[in-house]
């Protein structure tokens, strides 16, 4: 299994960005897809999750109505649609399959 991320950047308070994570190895039916993120000196933290086998997505509070999570399953990419970005926001997004497999991340700067 291979997960690489992309689509980090520098971003400035209120815009948007969209991560991608282009897997191998798996899929979507199988496994159910996370965005983790790790803010400089924080622990990680669950962002948001899609299951394509019982299609549902859930999001952690803090990015409730301002992230998006979606799946093309023609590329076996997943997306993370960041809108409305906070400071807060930054970190390095890592994309997680089934738990178990983890992307190398791909860093959001939130600045202005």
């Known amino acids: 299994v291979q997960l690489v991320e992309s689509g980090g950047d520098l971003v400035q308070p209120g815009g948007s960005l969209r991560l991608s994570c282009a897997a191998s190895g798996l899929t979507f039916d199988d496994v159910a897809m996370n965005w983790v993120r790790q803010a400089p000196g924080k622990g990680l933290e669950w962002v948001s999750e899609?299951?394509?086998?019982?299609?549902?997505?859930a999001y952690a509070d803090s990015v409730k109505g301002r992230f998006t999570i979606s799946t093309d399953k023609a590329e076996n990419t997943v997306y993370l649609e960041i809108n409305s970005a906070k400071p807060e926001d930054t970190a390095v997004y890592y994309c997680?399959?089934?738990?178990?497999?983890w992307g190398q991340g791909t860093q959001v700067t939130v600045a202005s």
């Open positions: 997680v399959g089934g738990l178990a497999f």
């Open positions: 899609i299951d394509e086998s019982y299609g549902f997505a």
